[in-house]
Nanobody, 124 residues
Framework: LVQMVESGGGLVQAGGSLRLSCTAS????????LGWFRQAPGKEREGVSC????????AYADSVKGRFTISRDNAKNTLYLQMNSLKPEDTATYYC?????????????????WGQGTQVTVSS
């Protein structure tokens, strides 16, 4: 059974920072591209960032470039998202995901496994 469990969400003021973590089990973690997605109320889920399996190349949505940093620790089966300079529009439920190896890694169509989500709320 594959499980991906996020943590680290919460309430923060605009301009603040949060670090999300996602710990996975039941899959060969180091073989997967991984990503973060988010869904705000009334909006579609969107890709935020992704990281390749081994060479650690990364991609970001334009809305978070320069503010968010994705990383992974394959020894700990853990994915991270460091979020700085948070804005109210970053408020959403954030999901980690394991992705298929080929294609646009910010597309939820490529998600093989989802986490359950963690809420991030940024107050103005």
């Amino acid at each position: 059974l594959v499980q991906m469990v996020e943590s680290g969400g919460g309430l923060v003021q605009a301009g603040g920072s949060l670090r999300l973590s996602c710990t996975a089990s039941g899959l060969t973690f180091s073989n997967y591209r991984l990503g973060w997605f988010r869904q705000a109320p009334g909006k579609e889920r969107e890709g935020v960032s992704c990281i390749s399996a081994r060479v650690l190349s990364t991609a970001y949505a334009d809305s978070v470039k320069g503010r968010f940093t994705i990383s992974r620790d394959n020894a700990k089966n853990t994915l991270y998202l460091q979020m700085n300079s948070l804005k109210p529009e970053d408020t959403a439920t954030y999901y980690c995901a394991a992705l298929s190896p080929i294609g646009n890694c910010l597309s939820q169509a490529l998600v093989s496994y989802w986490g359950q989500g963690t809420q991030v709320t940024v107050s103005s």
